[in-house]
């Protein structure tokens, strides 16, 4: 589920995480996750332009598994431009770096002119940026009540079938 293939690129790619949302808003919409532990900016930057290439290869592919994609870091970066990271010039300008995998060419202009515009809004609506500290790794329900939670989630589950 977490495998995708370049379009012009002998190896694959894939994502950290995926899986289906629970409940009611995003209930049964599925999401991939790539997840950066680091705990300072260091190249970030150059990871997050590969994941939103990566992003854009994927919901040209296989659409219905890309529902949502998540950012998941404990650092920040590029601050000042924190507004700007999802945004279809953000996914254009990554897609345009990995252009010989996805189009290839390294021609800048035929690149462009192989761009779907509807993938590259597309990946753009889709962009959850989440950034962790360590201290939010114990908000977490108690043991108890996370088996209390489970079991009523398969209970409902059952129920629908």
Not at 2 to 8: G, N, Q, V
Not at 52 to 77: E, G, N, Q, T
Request: hydrophobic share 40%; glycine share 4%.
């Amino acid at each position: 589920m977490l495998e995708f293939s370049w379009p012009h690129w002998d190896k694959p790619f894939s994502f950290d995480l995926g899986g289906r949302f629970r409940g009611t808003e995003h209930g049964g919409k599925m999401f991939v996750a790539e997840v950066k532990g680091y705990r300072a900016e260091y190249d970030l930057s150059s990871h997050f332009q590969s994941f939103l290439a990566k992003c854009y290869v994927a919901l040209s592919s296989r659409p219905k598994r890309c529902d949502h994609f998540m950012w998941i870091s404990w650092a920040p970066f590029q601050a000042r431009h924190w507004d700007q990271h999802p945004t279809v010039d953000s996914v254009k300008n990554a897609v345009l770096k990995e252009s010989k995998r996805i189009f290839d060419t390294e021609d800048p202009h035929v690149a462009e002119l192989r761009l779907d515009a509807g993938t590259l809004t597309g990946v753009a609506q889709r962009l959850w940026l989440i950034t962790l500290c360590d201290k939010q790794e114990n908000l977490v329900i108690a043991d108890n009540h996370y088996r209390d939670v489970v079991s009523l989630m398969l209970a409902e589950e059952r129920a629908a079938l």
